[in-house]
């Protein structure tokens, strides 16, 4: 196969690294990467670098900033933020051909989601593809469902932090089990990662949403831990309220959560002091990637009738931090 990373950060380099070192020893497959600055010149001298407690690798990446230069691919995985989607719907085309798979390995709400759930299919979600641009450049058919459970960084561009978690869900947008993602399954299986397969990928994305979309921005905002936030009975009591809200919009658009908020709670717990992925970018002076976690779920309980004034409450406190530190676009 032919795959290309898509951004090489940090959970794309973790991809490409660890797919390119099974390809290594099998010759099955060649992994390419699009990338840019400072990261496109580290893959193009040193390659993929990955450290993590399955093993480090350091191997050779063909990487180019223009996807023209690498051609018709057989998987594309998009590891962009949400907001560089734009800029990906308009430079992918050089990369797709029509048996090309695309996996998006992003947090928060991706832009295929409203097209499955019938409350919200007749536009596009404004928050994260206004006007549709990514839509109308990556064809529904070819999209592959994708929630990734891993934490890593990456302190210096192009080497990646590999700290714990492996596991990737796959699945079909529409529901049902395909042989196309058993096989994608299966790939990312020998390379070392943890695939499985879930015949309602929508239901998967929304549950890990569910449980990212307070810590986050509220980590960003005050600098402090997950176990400090938690710690706050006030701020404890604030995460609950907005997952509740959040629980009933999955539920309006068949995302239903059967977990109450305490019992989220006790999980993030467990990962002690540990700073999430907006926390991390907040103290690295990058863009927020609010509009996917959170603007997503205030858009969309707007469009099915549910209020949610504890997550609005959230996004216009973070928007505004984003704002007065140019890290979330003005007004």
């Not at 949400?82 to 992918?92: D, F, H, K, P, Y």
Request: contains cysteine; hydrophobic residues 50%.
């Amino acid at each position: 196969m032919d795959i290309c990373i898509y951004g090489a950060g940090a959970i794309g380099g973790w991809l490409g690294a660890r797919l390119a070192a099974q390809a290594a020893l099998d010759g099955q497959s060649r992994i390419s990467a699009v990338a840019r600055g400072a990261t496109l010149a580290s893959l193009q001298r040193l390659g993929w670098r990955l450290q993590s407690p399955d093993g480090d690798a350091c191997l050779p990446c063909r990487a180019s900033a223009e996807p023209a230069e690498l051609g018709p691919q057989d998987l594309v995985v998009v590891a962009v933020k949400g907001q560089s989607l734009g800029e990906v719907a308009a430079r992918i085309g050089p990369l797709l051909a029509g048996h090309t798979l695309v996996l998006p390995a992003m947090n928060g709400v991706p832009w295929w989601f409203g097209a499955q759930a019938p409350a919200l299919a007749d536009a596009p979600l404004a928050s994260v593809d206004p006007g549709g641009r990514v839509a109308a450049a990556v064809p529904l058919a070819q999209v592959i469902g994708c929630v990734v459970h891993a934490s890593a960084a990456s302190p210096e561009p192009g080497l990646v932090l590999h700290r714990m978690g492996r596991g990737l869900i796959l699945g079909e947008p529409g529901g049902g089990v395909s042989e196309r993602v058993l096989a994608l399954a299966a790939l990312f299986g020998r390379a070392g990662i943890d695939a499985s397969v879930s015949a309602d990928v929508r239901k998967d994305i929304w549950f890990k949403l569910w449980g990212n979309l307070t810590i986050n921005p509220i980590t960003a905002i005050t600098g402090a831990t997950t176990d400090r936030v938690l710690d706050d009975p006030l701020l404890r009591e604030h995460c609950s309220a907005a997952m509740r809200e959040a629980a009933a919009v999955g539920a309006r658009i068949g995302c239903a959560i059967a977990q109450e908020p305490q019992d989220r709670h006790a999980i993030t717990r467990r990962l002690g002091a540990f700073k999430p992925s907006m926390l991390q970018d907040a103290e690295a002076g990058r863009p927020l990637e609010l509009d996917a976690i959170v603007g997503a779920v205030h858009e969309i309980g707007r469009r099915v009738g549910v209020a949610t004034p504890h997550i609005d409450a959230l996004l216009g406190l973070a928007r505004l931090f984003g704002r007065v530190r140019g890290l979330y676009p003005p007004a």
